[in-house]
């Protein structure tokens, strides 16, 4: 059985595909990327890299070709992606594959008007409407996104600035999600099914500038602004308030419209989800949000003493 990983050159493309190889033959594991140079050491094991690109139609089918399974990995582009996905889903389908698995979002429903639900919700339904045997994978917020970009600003600061009220989200750590993708993956009746793959517990943000000032001893102080201000916190940071391309500031690979929009959803009470589906996915359940925190404890702690002595 031969599984096509999209955008395998990413975070989650990388450790899936390295995840895969432990349960399959490299000759079966097909690898999509933009820029083939980068899976040269895939290649070299004996995995089929091919150029694929979201933007680029014509390059899809020929990346799906003899594909059985596709791990298809959302992009990046908040707002741009059902476009997106539907070329990658009509491309699959011409090319034979049977069964797509997508990385889909919690909350992806037709009420939750938070961008990053409606690209989602939108995949979702093209992915129903498509024919193919489907399953929709909706990971929570990732564990590792707060720790490595919203972290370091409220420690370098002092002060945790959020529009989401005391709305509460499940973290998980990206480990997880990719765990659990890859139990479908090489699994059997998935098909049609969408799973919510969170922690076994929700926080607000509220709680994580609790934890975070625990954590590294610095005083961290959780302001509630209005989303007007939160926009200008993002502005000031010089991040884009939609995402006409991909960048990445201070951590910050979301754009501006995206992340306001998400804290609106979150203190409607949009995101408040959790599952045990990690746990019958994997056979284990996921590691809590707080022992991820303080996995990370040495590093936010020297973040800490480097705000307090800056050079």
């Known amino acids: 059985m031969k599984i096509l990983v999209t955008g395998a050159s990413g975070h989650f493309g990388g450790e899936a595909a390295r995840s895969l190889l432990e349960k399959i033959d490299p000759a079966d594991l097909i690898l999509m990327t933009r820029k083939p140079e980068k899976l040269a050491d895939f290649a070299a094991r004996g995995c089929e890299v091919r150029y694929g690109d979201f933007e680029v139609p014509e390059s899809l089918e020929a990346a799906a070709r003899g594909a059985e399974k596709m791990l298809l990995i959302s992009g990046m582009m908040v707002g741009h992606r059902v476009g997106q996905h539907g070329r990658a889903i009509d491309a699959a389908k011409r090319a034979g594959v049977g069964h797509i698995v997508y990385t889909s979002y919690i909350g992806a429903t037709a009420d939750n008007r938070a961008l990053i639900a409606q690209d989602h919700y939108g995949t979702e339904q093209l992915l129903q409407a498509s024919g193919v045997a ?39 750590d990206r480990s997880e999600c990719v765990a659990s993708a890859v139990a479908v993956l ?53 991040i884009p308030r939609d995402a006409s391309k991909e960048f990445n500031v201070d951590g910050y690979a979301w754009c501006s ?9 979150l203190r409607a009470g949009h995101f408040a989800v959790v599952s045990d589906d990690v746990a019958r996915l994997t ?22 003493a480097q705000s307090r002595f800056p050079d």
């Open 134 to 172: 489907w399953t929709a994978l909706r990971d929570g917020m990732y564990a590792d996104s707060m720790v490595d970009a919203a972290a370091p600003v409220a420690i370098r600061t002092g002060v945790y600035l959020s529009a989401s009220g005391d709305g509460q989200v499940s973290f998980i």
């Open 186 to 238: 090489t699994g059997e009746g998935h098909e049609n099914r969408v799973y919510n793959i969170t922690g076994d517990e929700l926080w607000s943000f509220r709680a994580f500038a609790g934890l975070l000032a625990e954590v590294t001893g610095v005083a961290i102080e959780y302001r509630l602004i209005s989303d007007e201000d939160l926009y200008a916190h993002f502005d000031a940071m010089g």
């Open 257 to 265: 419209d995206d992340m306001v929009s998400y804290e609106q959803a």
């Open 283 to 304: 056979g284990r359940k996921p590691r809590s949000f707080r022992a991820f925190v303080e996995s990370r404890a040495d590093w936010l702690k020297e973040l800490a």
